[in-house]
C-alpha cells in the first residue's frame, strides 16, 4: 500500500467515524452536549411562558447546558404543538404543553393526536379554574349566584376564550348540575376577556388562578368556586369551596407539563426527567410557581403520561354529555 492510499484511507476512515458518532442516537452519547430547544406554543409573557422560564433556568443549571426558549403562539397552542410533534426525538427539542393539547383532537381541530404523538417528560403544575365576579356585584358566594340564576333564566352572561375550553367546560359543567341557564360570551384572548369582566360587561368568568390573582388581591374581582377536585393551598384562595363541596358535579383541572418527539430514547428520557424532578424539589422554583397562582405538582414520566389516556377518556365523556362537542362543531361550520 503506498503512502498516499494509506493517508486516504486513515482520512476517509476519521471522517466516517466523526459522521458515524455524530448519528448515533442520545442514547450512546453524553447528553447533553449543546443547548435544548424549549417551544412554548404560547405568547412571551404569559403564564406557560412565565413557567417555563422559571424551570429552564433551573433545568439547565442541572443538566450543564442552557435551555433556549423559542415561543410559538398561534392556533390556540398548535402551532407549536405541531412543530414539537415533528421535531427530530433527540433530547433537543423539548416543549411546554397543558391540558389544551388533550381537547383538541377531541374536537377534530387538531393535526395529531397529541396524547398520542408526543412523549411525556414531566407534569410541573395544575391550576384549578376558578369562577370569579366583580367585587361590585351582589353576588358574595356562589350558591346566591345559582339561586339569582335560577329566579333569573338567561340573565347571567360568562364569559370564555374559546368554546370548548376549560374556561367553557367548568360553568357548564356547574349549569347542568345547578338546573339553571347562563350565557357564554366567548372573548378572543384572556386580556379581552378580563377587560370586559372588570368592567362590568359580563357578570363572571371562570379561568386562571394565575391571571385573576393579582386582581383579586386589588380587591376588583371576588373568587366564588374552585373547579378543582380539592380547595387550593394558595392563601389567596383556601377559603374558595369546590364545586363539589357545594353538591356540584363540576370538576376540570388545567395542567402545564414537558413533553418530546415520540421516540425519545428512554435514558434520554429519564436523565429530561431527573432534571425537571430536581428543580421542582428546589424550594426557590416551587416558591416561584406558587406565586404565579398555579400549584406545582411534579408527576414522572409514566405518570404523566397515565393522565393524558385517562383525561382523554374523562373530557370525551364530559364534552359529549354536556352538549360542548356539538357546540364546538357548530362554532366550525
Known amino acids: 500500500m503506498t503512502y498516499l492510499a494509506s493517508t486516504r484511507r486513515a482520512a476517509f476512515s476519521a471522517i466516517f467515524g466523526a459522521s458515524f458518532f455524530a448519528a448515533l442516537p442520545a442514547t450512546a452519547q453524553d447528553f447533553p452536549q449543546r443547548p435544548i430547544r424549549v417551544i412554548v406554543p404560547c405568547p412571551a409573557g404569559g403564564a406557560t411562558d412565565i413557567m417555563a422560564r422559571i424551570l429552564t433556568k433551573a433545568v439547565g443549571a442541572r443538566l450543564g447546558k442552557p435551555l433556549i426558549i423559542e415561543n410559538k403562539p398561534g392556533a390556540g397552542t398548535m402551532t407549536g404543538l405541531n412543530e414539537l410533534v415533528s421535531a427530530r426525538p433527540d433530547g433537543y427539542t423539548i416543549g411546554m404543553v397543558t391540558s389544551t393539547m388533550v381537547l383538541q383532537p377531541l374536537y377534530g381541530s387538531s393535526r ?9 417528560i414531566a407534569q410541573v403544575t395544575v391550576t384549578p379554574p376558578v369562577l370569579v365576579t366583580g367585587a361590585d356585584t351582589q353576588w358574595k358566594t356562589a350558591r346566591e349566584l345559582v339561586d339569582f340564576a335560577k329566579a333569573n333564566p338567561k340573565s347571567i352572561k360568562y364569559g370564555i376564550t374559546g ?5 367553557h367546560i367548568g360553568p357548564t ?4 348540575a345547578a338546573g339553571i341557564e347562563i350565557e357564554a360570551v366567548s372573548f378572543d384572548g384572556g386580556g379581552v376577556l378580563l377587560t370586559a369582566l372588570l368592567g362590568g360587561h359580563i357578570a363572571v368568568s371562570a379561568g386562571s388562578t394565575v391571571d ?6 386589588a380587591g376588583k374581582l371576588r373568587p366564588l368556586l374552585n373547579f378543582g377536585p380539592a380547595r387550593s393551598e394558595d392563601p389567596l384562595y383556601k377559603d374558595v369551596p369546590t364545586a363539589k363541596e357545594l353538591g356540584y358535579d363540576a370538576e376540570i383541572v388545567s395542567w402545564t407539563g414537558v413533553a418530546a418527539p415520540k421516540g425519545l430514547p428512554a435514558d434520554v428520557i429519564a436523565k429530561l426527567n431527573e432534571a425537571f424532578k430536581a428543580a421542582m424539589a428546589d424550594r426557590e422554583v416551587a416558591d416561584a410557581l406558587s406565586k404565579l397562582g398555579s400549584e406545582p405538582v411534579y408527576l414522572d414520566a409514566e405518570g404523566f403520561g ?18 360542548i362537542l356539538e357546540i364546538v362543531k357548530s362554532q366550525r361550520q
Open 112 to 120: 395529531h393526536e397529541y396524547p398520542t404523538a408526543l412523549q411525556p
Open 163 to 167: 368554546f370548548g375550553n376549560s374556561s
Open 173 to 176: 359543567q356547574l349549569a347542568r
Open 212 to 217: 385573576y390573582k393579582p386582581h383579586i388581591e
Open 306 to 323: 397515565a393522565r393524558w389516556a385517562s383525561e382523554t377518556v374523562k373530557l370525551r365523556q364530559v364534552v359529549t354529555e354536556t352538549g
